[in-house]
């Protein structure tokens, strides 16, 4: 059973930082596209990064690029997120994918991530 399992989230303070982890199980994690989600109470899920296989293109929503950054280790099959400068919209519960083509595609149950003074 592949399991995806999300670390790092908290309580931190506007401006503050974090850096959340995802560890996978897939044997074969380095042939995986990862991304990272969230989704704050009482709203839609939506997307925050993305990274490719080998890691050789990344893609961010708008309303993080400049301040996050996604990464990954294929050795370790983790992939991270450093979150700097946050927002208190930032504050959601997130989530990593694995997906590969049109196989199906994994879901992690997410970490809290609160931004509060």
């Known amino acids: 059973q592949v399991q995806l399992v999300e670390s790092g989230g908290g309580l931190v303070q506007p401006g503050g930082s974090l850096r959340l982890s995802c560890s996978v199980s897939?044997?074969?994690?380095?042939?995986?596209?990862m991304s990272w989600y969230r989704q704050a109470p009482g709203k839609e899920r939506e997307f925050v990064a993305t990274i490719t296989s080998t890691g050789g293109r990344t893609n961010y929503a708008d309303s993080v690029k400049g301040r996050f950054a996604i990464s990954r280790d294929n050795a370790k099959r983790t992939v991270y997120l450093q979150m700097n400068s946050l927002k208190r919209e930032d504050s959601a519960v997130y989530s990593c994918?694995?997906?590969?083509?049109?196989?199906?595609?994994?879901w992690g149950q997410g970490t809290h991530v609160n931004v509060s003074s």
């Open positions: 994918k694995a997906n590969r083509g049109t196989t199906p595609e994994f």
């Open positions: 897939l044997f074969t994690f380095s042939l995986y596209d």
